[in-house]
């Protein structure tokens, strides 16, 4: 479904990505793991259109993209983004930061967005928060909120940067579970996490990478069993998990 042929990025002195090809079919999830400053976020934001890249090719469902501001406005839908910051608009509601993307963007009917937004809202337990600020909720609720305006733009794939990073540790498990719900739904997803265990519970492959470049790509139960790269050996076990 979405696919990077050879992408590399450099920044000054900096090489971020080198070289980096990777596919996600779809159903899938792949999980992005490696030290901190590896690339994983820069590539996310390559796939999204947020970063530009120097070399390589990006691939929606085997056709090129025209990787210019203007095409990625018509693709990015498709490609959707959660962030750790979950960047809500503080003076729009819940349900108005919700309608915003779909009715403003992608010119759909209130009446039938709002359904399907209220429906979504349910099912993550916030059916009464929709008409609530962002300030009146916890990093887990807004989080949360985050995934449900992505999901009601009906991407065909998601993509989540570290989104539970920013929240406290009790409130961590109320946005892994809408996570692992969307996985068993057979949503596409392309996840970098630092959850180790949630890692082993929703990969069904994942890719180490490490100084920009993917080092490992192999299957969650090899990676965390029998891999024997020394490197991933090393990260593992500077880990508690």
Not at 104 to 121: F, G, H, M, P
Request: charged share 25%; no cysteine; net charge negative.
């Amino acid at each position: 479904m979405l696919e990077a042929k050879h992408i590399s990025k450099t920044i000054g002195d900096h090489t971020i990505l080198k070289d980096v090809s990777l596919k996600i079919e779809k159903g899938e999830v792949l999980v992005l793991l490696g030290p901190s400053g590896s690339g994983k976020s820069t590539l996310l934001r390559t796939l999204n259109g947020l970063e530009t890249i120097d070399n390589g090719n990006i691939l929606l469902n085997n056709e090129a993209l025209t990787l210019t501001e203007k095409s990625w406005e018509k693709v990015r839908p498709e490609v959707g983004m959660v962030f750790q910051s979950y960047d809500l608009f503080p003076n729009l509601t819940v349900l108005e930061n919700i309608l915003l993307g779909p009715i403003k963007v992608q010119k759909r009917d209130k009446e039938n967005v709002t359904a399907i937004a209220k429906q979504l809202l349910e099912r993550i337990g916030l059916a009464d928060k929709a008409e609530s600020y962002p300030r009146q909720l916890s990093g887990g609720q807004k989080q949360r909120v985050a995934i449900i305006r992505s999901l009601v733009m009906v991407p065909q794939v998601l993509l989540f940067d570290e989104v539970t990073a920013s929240l406290d540790p009790e409130m961590v498990r109320e946005v892994l579970t809408v996570i692992k719900d969307l996985a068993g739904q057979g949503m596409t997803m392309l996840i970098v996490t630092h959850e180790m265990n949630f890692a082993k519970q929703v990969a069904d492959r994942i890719i180490f990478m490490d100084a920009g470049e993917i080092i490992v790509e192999t299957t969650a139960t090899s990676f965390f069993t029998t891999e024997a790269h020394p490197r991933v050996k090393q990260f593992l076990s500077s880990l508690t998990y």
